[in-house]
């Protein structure tokens, strides 16, 4: 299979040769991971019982789902990624906003696909056959694992469809083993170990858990959905088959493995620590299926994401391949995990970093979809491209190649959200105003949208 060329340039016609099956697939498969498993461990981790947990869990899934999902449809129109295409909006150099957006949200949960899934590699292969649990053989796993990663983020996209198709298979029957594996210690009650509610009460907690645990999975997807949907073709294929298989695929791709997730921390106790418990409530016949699950679905995973930073950092510096890029930023999301495993404790860093970047985040994804319905999903590619090329010009040139509206009502939105925003060390100054209750996502996303909608802002210019 020849690598890809293609960075986040537009897509020929002829190229689209993908399907809504295929986005169902990729958002299944890839998903079927302990990185996005161990999210449904953290409403356990915030005290709450089984059936809280899973309504937070659930209800933010799909919430998340109605708010993200709609993002696909733009790539379907501009046949390139979802940074480039806000260019419309933010200008064409003003959708860097996108590109540094989802650089992080990308960096952020690649590096903590291979951090969990390392952890439980080391910890199962100690009770197969004593491996030694030291700094070294950590080191040395996550190395191996980042480097599979990057095999296949290297060979870009139809190579990541073909193993997203695999895992979406293999994974399932592993996660359907380990229901039988776990069932025997399953409770529905929070854990003592928790130490009651993190917030002090149920309904901050429960919101925590909310956002944390179940909206923060979809808005992970808000610049993604467009490096699949660009392959597909809107001359065959409707606008609604793929929103329908988007919201799927997002769906079924989030709470199977984020509800099995939620189950296993249950009934193996795994109140303050995911990977630790996990292994050692796991029955001998289920370390070796265990171990599959740990590193093919971790591959599967951090790979879509380590493709997706590399379009990121190829559209931020269009000198760079996407092979070159996407070599670069593993070896930053590598330096992550170890910071990860060595400097920060679990439940702290997943709950702040999806937090921050969910704040940062939701007003971009508003604007980009109100730009959307305004120009109701009629673009000018090549116009979307002229920073790429290191021209000037074009009806999305703006300032200087900046939509000063736009900017400015997504930082607005963005400093809503984060002077609002609940972590374990952090409380923003407006969390007052919310009784305690971290809805950041809804204040960023309501001001930031508020913001653009209000003025349709400079008018475009071809200068």
Do not use: K
């Amino acid at each position: 299979m020849p690598i890809e060329q293609r960075g986040v340039d537009t897509v020929p016609e002829e190229e689209r040769t993908s399907g809504p099956r295929d986005v169902v697939a990729i958002l299944l498969g890839s998903n079927l991971c302990l990185g996005v498993i161990v999210f449904g461990w953290l409403p356990v981790s915030f005290g709450l019982s089984w059936w809280q947990s899973v309504s937070a869990v659930v209800a933010g899934t799909l919430a998340g789902t109605a708010l993200t999902a709609p993002l696909a449809l733009v790539s379907l129109r501009t046949a390139t990624n979802l940074s480039t295409s806000s260019g419309a909006q933010f200008g064409v150099r003003g959708r860097l906003v996108g590109s540094v957006v989802g650089l992080l949200l990308s960096l952020g949960y690649t590096a903590l696909t291979l951090w969990i899934g390392g952890d439980v590699m080391v910890g199962t292969l100690h009770r197969l056959c004593a491996l030694p649990t030291g700094g070294f053989t950590y080191a040395v796993v996550y190395a191996l694992l980042a480097a599979a990663t990057v095999g296949g983020a290297v060979y870009g996209y139809q190579a990541l469809l073909r193993l997203s198709r695999m895992l979406a298979v293999g994974m399932t029957a592993l996660l359907a083993l380990g229901v039988v594996a776990y069932a025997p210690g399953f409770t529905a009650a929070a854990p003592p170990e928790a130490g009651g509610y993190a917030l002090g009460s149920f309904w901050p907690t429960w919101a925590l858990a909310l956002v944390a645990a179940g909206l923060s999975g979809p808005i992970a997807f808000i610049t993604l959905l467009g490096d699949y949907t660009r392959y597909v073709s809107p001359a065959r294929h409707t606008s609604g088959s793929v929103l329908r298989a988007t919201c799927l695929g997002l769906v079924a791709g989030l709470l199977v493995p984020q509800l099995f997730g939620t189950f296993t921390a249950y009934a193996a106790r795994a109140a303050l620590d995911y990977a630790g418990p996990l292994v050692a409530a796991a029955p001998g016949w289920y370390l070796v299926p265990l171990l599959l699950a740990a590193s093919a679905g971790s591959v599967g995973n951090a790979g879509l994401m380590l493709y997706s930073m590399g379009l990121d950092l190829d559209a931020i510096v269009p000198r760079a391949s996407r092979a070159r890029a996407t070599c670069t930023v593993a070896v930053l999301a590598t330096g992550c995990v170890f910071a990860g495993h060595f400097a920060w404790a679990a439940q702290d860093a997943m709950t702040s970093f999806v937090l921050l970047l969910t704040a940062v985040g939701t007003p971009w994804a508003v604007i980009t979809l109100i730009g959307f319905a305004r120009c109701r999903g009629v673009y000018d590619a090549d116009a979307l491209q002229v920073f790429n090329r290191r021209a000037r010009g074009g009806i999305y040139w703006f300032r200087g190649g900046w939509n000063p509206w736009a900017t400015g009502a997504w930082a607005l939105g963005a400093a809503v959200g984060l002077l609002s925003v609940s972590l374990p060390s952090y409380e923003g100054p407006l969390l007052g105003l919310t009784g305690g209750v971290d809805v950041s996502f809804l204040l960023s996303g309501a001001v930031g949208g508020a913001a653009y909608a209000a003025h349709p802002g400079p008018a475009p210019s071809r200068a």
